[in-house]
């Protein structure tokens, strides 16, 4: 086990109290949390719908299927939003319990403030799910709330050392695998549109694999009884999604990946270990596809299977990796501002983009109405309202930023 110094009693590993060794911002964190978040707010230029109203114009169908969700098994650009987002909770975690330690702070308080900040990303998640409800809506599959319930144990791993991090890794994949390996698969003869599987699904799979179907699993069983256990006008049967609370299992798995990143940026600055980021990308996205083709686990971001943990983790492996080589080895700085001012107040750029976009919507229609939007034609209209949508997303951040004003939790 890694050497530990006695903090108040709590045991804290040489790498959590160390202080950095570059006391420069690590720039290429902020502009990959950045681009993830403005991807996520990027939803409003409607880019399906756009090509839709193209067919046959491949340019249009690649813009449109990268914003959209695969409708079950594969992965598009837009379903790695999630997974980076929650990866760089991870990169962050050792970098925050460091600053924390160097102001004096105990463990004890620490941990207080963590599950403090897990609650509060809970509650928020389910305020935003809630804005267009007659009352509250409590899921628990969104990504914030999904970040807050494994959060108090990605706190508790970052105090451990590296070995720790990789064996929770590995029970928490392997276990979460095992459990739905052995829960009852869906039989042949399985009602699937009586739980809200659309008519004409081509998506379900066979033999084995199917222990991982819509909406017929030991997810959707759980929620069956633990969202019932709360105020609803009718009870809950299922999600039209298949997205599930229990989740935020292998979704932690993400965090951990995360945090082995973290670590290693932190213990090796100001240098950039390349090597292993690479390397983590190409063994996480191969053993997550060999998962998925022989059978064993299905690429699925819907319900997060392990593979998936895998495979999207290290797809994150890579995208951090091109950042810290384009921004932190060759110098290319000042083309990632833009970014940095969304990645450095990623929670208020999730808020404005999740609760604000309707507004924004209805105040240009009301003020500028439906015809300046149609400058470049009625097909472009969703574009063209996007794009003045997402300045104004950025503005508000940029405002923010002159006047140092993040919203953290």
């Not at 403090?116 to 804005?131: H, T």
């Not at 698969?185 to 081509?202: C, E, I, L, R």
Request: aromatic content about 16%.
């Amino acid at each position: 086990m890694q050497p530990v110094l006695e903090t108040t009693g709590s045991p804290v590993p040489q790498e959590a109290i160390r202080p950095p060794k570059a006391t420069v911002r690590n720039v290429a964190i902020d502009a990959y949390r950045g681009l993830v978040m403005v991807l996520m707010m990027a939803e409003v230029l409607h880019l399906a719908e756009v090509a839709r109203a193209y067919p046959g114009n491949w340019f249009w169908a690649v813009l449109g299927y990268n914003q959209s969700h695969v409708q079950w098994a594969g992965f598009s650009l837009h379903d790695l939003i999630q997974p980076s987002f929650t990866f760089l909770v991870g990169v962050a975690m050792p970098y925050s319990i460091a600053s924390r330690i160097a102001k004096g702070k105990s463990f004890r308080e620490l941990f207080g403030h963590a599950i403090w900040r897990a609650f509060l990303l809970i509650i928020l998640g389910i305020f935003l799910r809630s804005m267009t409800s007659t009352q509250t809506n409590f899921t628990f599959e969104d990504t914030l709330t999904q970040i807050g319930l494994g959060y108090p144990i990605l706190f508790l791993l970052g105090f451990r050392s590296q070995r720790w991090a990789w064996s929770a890794l590995g029970i928490i994949l392997f276990g979460y695998w095992l459990a739905w390996a052995l829960y009852p698969a869906p039989g042949p003869n399985f009602n699937y549109q009586a739980v809200g599987v659309p008519a004409g699904w081509t998506h379900n799979f066979t033999g084995f694999a199917s222990h991982w179907n819509m909406n017929s699993n030991l997810g959707v069983a759980f929620d069956r009884w633990f969202l019932n256990l709360f105020p609803r006008q009718t009870p809950w049967l299922y999600n039209g999604g298949g997205y599930l609370t229990l989740s935020f299992i292998p979704t932690l798995g993400t965090m951990i990946l995360g945090l082995a990143a973290g670590r290693w940026l932190r213990g090796c600055a100001p240098r950039i270990p390349m090597k292993r980021l690479l390397i983590a990308g190409v063994i996480g996205i191969a053993a997550g596809v060999l998962l998925h083709v022989t059978g064993i686990c299905p690429v699925v971001k819907r319900i997060w299977t392990p593979s998936w943990t895998l495979f999207s983790g290290g797809i994150c492996f890579l995208f951090l990796a091109a950042f810290c080589w384009i921004i932190e080895l060759k110098g290319y700085k000042k083309w990632a501002f833009p970014l940095v001012v969304v990645g450095m107040n990623s929670i208020a750029a999730y808020v404005i983009a999740d609760g604000f976009g309707r507004f924004v919507l209805n105040t240009l229609h009301i003020h500028l109405g439906h015809r300046v939007f149609q400058i470049f034609g009625t097909s472009l209209e969703p574009l063209t309202t996007g794009i003045v949508m997402l300045l104004i997303y950025w503005l508000i951040l940029y405002r923010m930023y002159q006047r140092k004003l993040f919203l953290k939790i």
